[in-house]
């Protein structure tokens, strides 16, 4: 089975890769999809999570037990990101009423997308949100390569921006390495550069930045109080902006790490014994209840639109983590949407604030 599996980046500045479906699915299928994206919704409450303590069992739950019976808790990304944002908020005062310096974040878009340019358009309304300054330059589906070298250079050598972003995917005729790798390591606040990625894969060595969708995922784990330290993890999906990273901080944090990915064998196996698992790889509700170990805490990158005649647009969003199902066997688990998403931006917004910290030697 795992080597037909087709995996896919879940990042949020890819996501535009992952919206394509097939409108030829079976009845049983789409059902099924809808079944599963309406318990999300419905299962979705607006709680802190300023109390809460999950802990991963070691082995699992006895059969008929109580706790089988229970539904996992909701990892609430929304409600954490709305709480970190809000501290960085204060920071970013603090900072300016201290020093006068005020963070700044520069966006490169190239072409006219429209998910890209919504996604531009959440990143500026985010730095507003919390007082930092935001910076756009837009150029067109056909500019060179050339050119966007030169406004990446612009910004690298503008005191007012502390991080830069290229909004992915970028044009086909461009080479996407040469231009993330031309960003200053000091302003990468993506940690797409190679030797932020290196310092992150060193023991001993600490990266400037860490990407910041699987610096979220690890930050929702902090924040419910998820032990990781000696616990089985897996990551499902190896790329660079996703997989790859998530896996080196759950190492960082003393977890026994496996990534599959599309060549693994035995993958239902293999993440039947985790205790934390963080799947990113867009293919939608892949993973089963029957995959998961009772007790398991739940990571969902996955953003995946399935057809729905009956939503306005003709489809919902659903992870890869089948809801229905893992609900009724994981301690914890993250919605789609409302999870990962919402702490994506917000550690964006944190890579910012400590670029600019950084600068200005600001404690």
């Not at 507003?128 to 060179?144: A, N, P, Q, R, T």
């Not at 921006?161 to 993506?190: R, T, W």
């Not at 999870?339 to 600019?356: E, Q, W």
């Amino acid at each position: 089975m795992a080597s037909s599996m087709i995996f896919t980046d879940c990042s949020s500045s890819t996501t535009s890769r992952l919206i394509h479906f097939n409108r030829r699915s079976s009845n049983n299928n789409t059902l099924l999809l809808r079944q599963c994206v309406d318990q999300l919704r419905l299962r979705t409450p607006n709680r802190s999570c300023s109390s809460l303590s999950i802990h991963c069992s070691s082995s699992p739950t006895p059969a008929n037990s109580e706790s089988e019976a229970s539904l996992a808790k909701v990892i609430d990304g929304k409600a954490v990101a709305k709480t970190i944002r809000d501290e960085i908020t204060i920071e970013v005062t603090r900072m300016k009423e201290s020093i006068g310096v005020v963070p700044g974040l520069a966006v490169i878009l190239v072409g006219d997308r429209k998910d890209s340019a919504t996604y531009v358009r959440n990143k500026k309304k985010a730095c507003d949100s919390v007082g930092i300054k935001s910076f756009e330059v837009c150029l067109s589906e056909d500019s060179s390569e050339e050119e966007v070298l030169k406004s990446v250079s612009s910004f690298n050598d503008d005191p007012s921006v502390h991080g830069i972003l290229v909004q992915l995917p970028l044009p086909s005729h461009m080479v996407e390495q040469n231009i993330l790798n031309a960003v200053s390591i000091e302003k990468d606040v993506d940690g797409f550069h190679p030797l932020n990625i290196g310092r992150l894969a060193m023991r001993g060595r600490e990266p400037l930045f860490v990407p910041c969708t699987p610096k979220g995922c690890i930050e929702l784990l902090r924040r419910y109080n998820v032990e990781i330290k000696g616990k089985r993890a897996v990551v499902i999906g190896r790329s660079n902006i996703v997989g790859m990273p998530a896996a080196l901080l759950l190492q960082r944090e003393d977890a026994t790490v496996t990534i599959i990915h599309s060549r693994t064998k035995n993958t239902e196996e293999i993440t039947r014994e985790a205790d934390i698992i963080i799947s990113a790889v867009g293919q939608p509700n892949m993973v089963r209840g029957s995959w998961i170990k009772p007790g398991a805490v739940l990571i969902d990158v996955g953003i995946n639109p399935v057809e729905d005649l009956s939503a306005p647009r003709g489809y919902r969003l659903v992870g890869d983590i089948c809801y229905e199902e893992a609900c009724k066997v994981a301690s914890a688990i993250t919605p789609v949407p409302g999870g990962v998403g919402p702490m994506t931006i917000a550690m964006l917004l944190s890579n910012t604030l400590t670029s600019a910290k950084r600068i200005h030697n600001f404690e």
